[in-house]
């Protein structure tokens, strides 16, 4: 656990950092080509924060011709991976130095809790990146059992120049999880972070150029979606984009691999995660607790967060006084205050669309919440919910918001789980071994929990199932192989001309 400061302390910090405001691309900060900008805000106060670089196609372009160069030129991507490792691992060490900086820039641009950023974004962020560094050396290539006249080898080898798209709920660690794999596999990068929350991404690179990655290999494009994150997508020199955010945008990456050079595409999407609580399950109140995480950390904005708690009714009344008790340890208010744990939505409009959501509750629906302050704070919120049709079932609300469906057997419960367009997590608790089997190959959903809600760790893959994911997974080895291609180097082994492979 890291030591946390007061309240006043992190305040003093965040008036002392200076942000980064330009692009950062062939290792130097630069300003976007048109010399455009916007201003990027602390959505817990509405202050402005800083003016950022507001890049376009022409931006785009030169990064990755930088990337490319840089992949070309064999700097990074031919190292040996021990070399690639010992900068990733020095990179991780920059990051530990500097971790309390990025924490404070973290909480600042995104109105994420100064708690939840020291304790998760930060250290989770480097765990993955010296994961992925340490992982680098230790991958073999394969040799296929073809003959004994024939040698057939198979290599990975880096994917090339890759696209890597940010949202804005947890910056800093989904930057992780994909330049974790893709430097390491050897690859350049070309970021887009989400307009809302660029920092440290910006600042992320700046260290990463500090510990030795080469000029080109690592640039940051900050902008809009439709300004940079479409043409990144189109691009006919990108070879891959890794995605992650609404499903919607999603698709968009699709139909510009389509209509471009049919690049690879890697989507982590939305969910709309079911918890099923059985009437056998026991210890409601640790239960509770994890419905609480699950539910209301980081506000709700998780893409794997439980929305829908789908409780038998037996035992549904005692789990929602519970779940009301462990939410009043969870103190909403200034994220800079290392006491709360619910800090701001990301903007005004994402806190309307959430608010949105609340007025469709039906009259006395809701159980608990539903308070909002400052312009960008919702309390967490249960909401009462008669059918799994319902709009608040159905939709990513993508905040503090929990919609419970009452359900009466263990069948309804689970069909009423997989009833969703989405597969991204699911939980279920239960006291009872076969059906915790039984279920847990029945949920739909790229990852199943089973009497607990967690978020697994960098060792296992994270994706979804359904519309909730698509090509690919981050996280655990499987992240590495998507970063890079494969290629099978055959090699005659006779002195027989006649018998070589034609
Ligand atoms: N799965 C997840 O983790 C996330 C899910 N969401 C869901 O999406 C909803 C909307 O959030 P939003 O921020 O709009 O998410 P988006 O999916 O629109 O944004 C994700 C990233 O894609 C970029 N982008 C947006 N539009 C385009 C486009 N047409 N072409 C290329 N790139 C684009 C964004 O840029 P920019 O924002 O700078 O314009 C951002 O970098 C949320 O309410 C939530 O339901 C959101 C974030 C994460
Ligand atoms: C400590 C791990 C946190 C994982 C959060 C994953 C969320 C991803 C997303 O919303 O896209």
Redesign the pocket.
Known sequence: MTDLLTAEEYAAIAASISLPTAAFIDGAFRPAAAGKTFVTVNPATGAPLAEIAACGAEDVDFAVAKARDAFENGSWSKLPPRERKDVLIRLAKLLTRNARELAVMESLDSGKTIFDCEQVDVPETIDCLKWHAETIDKLYDQVAPASDDHMAVVVREPAGVVGL?????FPLLMLAWKIGPALAAGCSVVV?????SSLTALRVAELAHEAGVPRGVFNVVT????EV??PL?RHLDVDMIS????T???R??LRYAADSNLKNVVL????KNPCVVLEDAENLDRVAAHVVNGAFWNMGE??SAVSRLIVHHAVKDRLVERIMAHVREWRMGDPLDPACRVGALISKA?FD?VCGYLAKAEKGAILMGGATANGTQVEPTMIDVASNDNVLARD?I?GPVLSILTVGSFEEAIATANDTDYGLAASLFTGNAKRALRGARALRAGTVTVNCFGEGDITTPFGGYKQSGFGGRDNGIQAHDQYTQLKTIWLDLTDDLDEAVA
């Open positions: 798209v940010l949202p804005w709920n887009k972070p989400a307009e809302e902008g809009t979606g439709p994150g479409e997508g995605f992650t955010g609404s919607e945008t999603g968009h990456f982590e999407m939305g969910g998780n893409c994402h669309k990513e993508f």
